[in-house]
């Protein structure tokens, strides 16, 4: 052909493009969620208006929880419309109900293109109050992080999640990683009697859950470990215990967290890698007092240093607009001050979007 300079200018820009791309990290992109511990118990009407909200603003995940619903129950405004039972009315007996109702939203989720995070058990019902459950009441608080054959029975509920054949998606959960990104330990480890974290879980409870949950999910499957937000609330000084960044099995540390306004979320990111010793790290829980800021103008704000950084992060939480039957306010709420609906003129979506936009911190490509 004769035109070298051609063939040469081709050739320089492939050798650039091939430098160019080994001096940055590609990392993709960052994401945003959202939670909500009863999507399942709402009105299919309910769900759907949720789940077409969240995948219009941007949410790329929704944070779901195995617990029980009742019918007629109010829930930060919304009207609970399902009973759906707890997992175990007795330890070991399982009623398939509460993961086909989890199940469906699931497959709803799919459909508008978000994936699931699930989280098998709730450390509040350890605390003994109205939320208290099968393991409360064989265990105690105490005895489920110490207690061997606690560890075993919590495995065996587990085991029986991630083997959960679904009754609308006919998937076996641990198989389906297009729909769900991964499992908690639990909601926040320990919460109910932090010393046992804070003196780095001497009973290997955190690792031995992952190790079982890696196990039973086999070493090559994408579905992650992810710690829950150990200890509950950051500031309690769980959510890095070195024992669970420790552990092969573990592969994301959740960070609960609600310092609030400002998070500084941008100035802590790169120091929650460090301390994840190579884990993946994602805000798991954070919101803005509704009593104390404008939300309207501090979520973009917020939103906005997460996504400076490409920290991932979900909201708590993004409420359904409240019904007659139910009336709600976050700012009066007795222990929740952070709800946003999601259609208060808050923008939800400049923030989600941008974090679809903005370079990751970490590499969640294979995950999310
Ligand atoms: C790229 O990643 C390596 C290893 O994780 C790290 O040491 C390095 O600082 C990163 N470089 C940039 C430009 O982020
Ligand atoms: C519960 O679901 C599992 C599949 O995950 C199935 O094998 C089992 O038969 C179901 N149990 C009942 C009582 O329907
Ligand atoms: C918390 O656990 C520690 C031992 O792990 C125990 O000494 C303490 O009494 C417990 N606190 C409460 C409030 O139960
Ligand atoms: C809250 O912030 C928004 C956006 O900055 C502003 O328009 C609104 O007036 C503020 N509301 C109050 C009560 O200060």
Not at 292 to 302: I, K, L, V
């Amino acid at each position: 052909m004769g035109n070298s300079s051609f063939w040469l200018s081709i050739l320089t820009s492939a050798v650039l493009v091939a430098i160019a791309s080994c001096a940055t990290n590609d990392t993709g992109n960052s994401w945003m969620g959202a939670n909500l511990y009863y999507l399942q118990g709402l009105s299919d009407g309910d769900q759907n208006a949720y789940i077409d909200a969240m995948a219009e603003d941007g949410a790329k995940v929704v944070r779901l929880w195995v617990n029980r619903q009742t019918a007629g129950d109010c829930q930060k405004g919304s009207l609970i419309a399902s009973t759906v039972p707890p997992l175990e009315t007795a330890l070991g007996v399982y009623n398939n109900a509460t993961l086909d109702a989890l199940d469906k939203v699931i497959v709803k989720l799919y459909a508008k293109g978000m994936k699931a995070l699930i989280s098998p058990h709730d450390a509040n019902s350890l605390l003994g109050d109205y939320r208290a459950d099968v393991y409360f009441d064989k265990w105690g608080s105490a005895g489920f992080y110490q207690d061997q054959a606690a560890f075993e029975a919590y495995d065996a509920r587990l085991s029986y999640i991630l083997n959960y054949n679904g009754a609308s998606s006919g998937k076996v959960w641990k198989e389906w990683s297009e729909a769900i990104m991964g499992f908690d330990l639990q909601n926040e480890p320990f919460t109910a009697n932090t010393s046992a974290c804070t003196n780095n879980d001497a009973h290997d409870w955190a690792c031995g859950r992952a190790t079982h949950l890696r196990t039973e999910l086999g070493k090559d499957n994408p579905l992650i470990v992810a710690s829950g937000g150990l200890g509950g609330d950051y500031s309690h000084g769980c959510t890095f215990m070195a024992r669970a960044v420790g552990c092969a099995a573990l592969d994301a540390v959740a960070v609960h967290r609600y310092a609030s306004v400002p998070g500084q979320w941008d100035a802590s990111a790169a120091g929650w890698a460090d301390q994840a010793g190579g884990k993946l790290v994602f805000v798991e829980e954070w919101g803005i007092d509704a009593a104390r800021y404008n939300q309207t103008a501090a979520f973009p704000a917020e939103a906005a240093s997460f996504n400076e950084v490409g920290l991932p992060a979900f909201y708590w939480q993004f409420l359904l607009p409240s019904v007659a039957q139910c009336p709600y306010t976050a700012a009066g709420d007795a222990g929740d001050h952070f709800g946003i609906v999601y259609d208060s003129g808050v923008d939800l979506a400049r923030g989600m979007r941008q974090a679809r936009e903005s370079e990751a911190l970490q590499d969640w490509r294979s995950i999310i």
